[in-house]
Every structure is written in C-alpha cells, then in structure tokens.
C-alpha cells in the first residue's frame, strides 16, 4: 500500500494511533500479542516508521475516560473534587474527559465494553479495581492511572493516600492527649485489603512505639454497614474493665455510626470517648453534622496529581510504573479531648 500513514496501521489493528507508535518505537507497556500483530500490519501495508517516531495522543485519537463507582452514594461528596480535578487538568490538554459511572460490583467484561464502546485509549480509575480488567488494558496499550487504590500500586500507574502514615499520626494524636486504652473500629472492605491493613498497622505501630497494650477485643470489625452489630461490639467493648478512653475508627463516614452507636449505650463524644478517623468524606458544613477529627485526604489534591501523572504517560509511556501517595493532614475538630497526662 503505497504511502501507508500510521494511521492506517492503527485502524488495521484497532489499537489507537499512540499504541502502533509506541509498539513499531519499541516503547509502552504493550503486550507481545499487540506488538507483534502491530508490526504484522506494518509489513502487510507496507508502512515504514520514521527515525525516532513518537505520536503524543491528542483528543481526536485519545478519547479519555474516568471510570468511577456510581452506587457509594457516601463516598460522593470526597469523590467528587477527585473527578473535577481531573477533568480541569484534561481539559486543559485539549482533552474532553468521558465520565464512565459504573456499578462497584461491576465485572471486567461489562466496564471493558464500557471502554471499547467509547473508543477510549486513556482511563483513569477512580476508587475502583478489577484487576483482570487492568491487564486488558495494559495489553491493549490502553494509558491507566488508578486513584485512590493502593491494591495495585505494584503493578499500574497509580495515586494513593499514604493510609499506613496517617492512621499513625491520628493514634499518636490520641496518645498525645494522654489516652493509652484505644479501641479500633472498621468495616470489613473485601475490595480494600491493602487499605484495610495500612490502617491497623499504623495505628498499631504508634501503640507500641508508646509501650501501650492493644487487646485483640479491642478491634472491632463489622459488615458494611452493620449498626446492629456495631452497637453490640460497642456494648460488649464497654463493659469490660479496661474500657477504651478513644476509638479509632476506619474513616469519618464509619465514626458517625460509632457516634450514634455510642449514644444507644448512653456515651458522648468526647465527654466520655474520644473519636478521631481518616477521611473527611463528610460534609462538615452541613447543619447538626457531628465534627470529628479527622486525618484529611486532599481528594482536589489527588484528582490534580493523577491528571499530571497520565499527561506523563503520553510523554514517556515507556517508563516503569510510577506510584504517587498523598499525605494525611490532622483537622481537628469537636471528637477528641485531653484527658490525665494528655498535652
């Protein structure tokens, strides 16, 4: 085929035109399969790549998606600066983001439809994982950047919260103020292993740095979210002679049901128990809305820094997996008080 474009090899192979640059300049991480069907078309149209060829995506080739979780309504008000964000910084590219709502419990064959459909070669996925689906698109040589997931920080392009450094500071926060019986309370978060145990490994690693006892009955864990049995944990919690002064809790949304819970077994926050959590996935300017301490995520922080890291990937898409992590700040509130020997 006399004067074959790129182009042309692209649409032979249905990969984008950045994935047949990247594999025919040896560059990306792009599966053997695509790569060797990619050089194929090449052959076949008679297409030659020129001297140190590199095709930055553009909006016309690269439609962007952001894929996030629809149905965690309480997760909204922290998701939302995430997607923002974003979609500013693309927009900034040229770039007219896709926004790909899909269910939590979505499967890989139902979202990667999502994303053939849209012709999408660039997506970002915010608070969701499904590995089997990861790898579809790193062989594809689909551009990922995932957010606010630490499961796959090992394998993909990802943005995370340093969860292990901020559950220690809001532990040693409470040790400070001269608590040293601290109870932990989470949910279970089956999608979240490595969440879940940054969590109690930091906060257990500022219990021990202070000489302090952890019992395991002060770990409470309960289904999501199950008030019945966290109010049942609670009053068995209460009732032995070495009752917590503060609770722990796995994030904001979680230590407004501590709150409630506590009220049933006649204790208030922080006369009687203290309550620090990481988050503010709370809206703290809503009236009659209890204000906790919290260990802040900058989720505007996080949406900024995953828009910069995918514009690096058009750059320099051969590069080793990247992982950014943002740090959790102390915001205090109304939930936490000194107590003998606080400071």
Request: proline share 4%; aromatic share 8%.
């Amino acid at each position: 085929m006399a004067g074959a474009r790129l182009q042309d090899v692209a649409e032979r192979v249905g990969v984008s035109l950045a994935t047949a640059s990247l594999a025919l300049s040896g560059k990306g991480r792009i599966s053997v399969e695509v790569r060797e069907k990619i050089f194929a078309a090449a052959d076949t149209l008679g297409y030659r790549a020129r001297s140190a060829q590199r095709v930055r995506p553009t909006a016309a080739q690269c439609p962007v998606g952001i894929v996030y979780p629809d149905d965690r309504s309480h997760e909204w008000f922290f998701t939302r600066p995430i997607l923002i964000e974003i979609e500013l910084a693309m927009l900034r590219e040229g770039f007219a983001p896709v926004m790909v709502p899909v269910s939590a419990l979505a499967g890989r064959g139902q979202t990667l439809h999502i994303v053939e459909t849209c012709g999408l070669c660039a997506v970002f996925s915010v608070q969701f994982g499904e590995e089997s689906l990861f790898e579809d698109l790193e062989r594809r040589g689909t551009y990922l950047v995932v957010v606010n997931n630490s499961n796959f920080q090992d394998r993909h392009y990802s943005v995370c919260v340093d969860d292990f450094q901020g559950a220690y500071e809001g532990a040693q926060h409470l040790v400070s103020l001269g608590h040293r019986v601290i109870a932990f309370v989470e949910y279970e978060r089956p999608d979240m292993p490595v969440l879940i145990a940054d969590r109690f490994v930091g906060f257990r690693k500022a219990l021990d740095e202070n000489a302090l006892p952890f019992s395991a009955d002060h770990r409470v864990t309960i289904p999501f979210i199950d008030s019945k049995r966290l109010v049942e944990r609670l009053e068995s919690l209460f009732s032995r002679s070495d009752r917590p002064t503060a609770i722990f809790a796995h994030d904001d949304y979680l230590g407004l049901y501590v709150i409630m819970a506590l009220r049933e077994l006649g204790l208030r926050v922080p006369d009687d128990v203290s309550l620090i959590a990481p988050g503010d996935v709370l809206d703290y300017s809503l009236p009659g809305q209890p204000q906790i301490t919290t260990m802040r995520i900058n989720s505007s922080l996080l949406g900024r820094i995953a828009g910069s890291l995918m514009l690096e990937r058009f750059r320099h898409a051969h590069e080793d997996v990247h992982v950014l992590k943002v740090k959790e700040q102390l915001v205090k509130r109304a939930s936490c008080r000194s107590i003998a020997g606080g400071r």
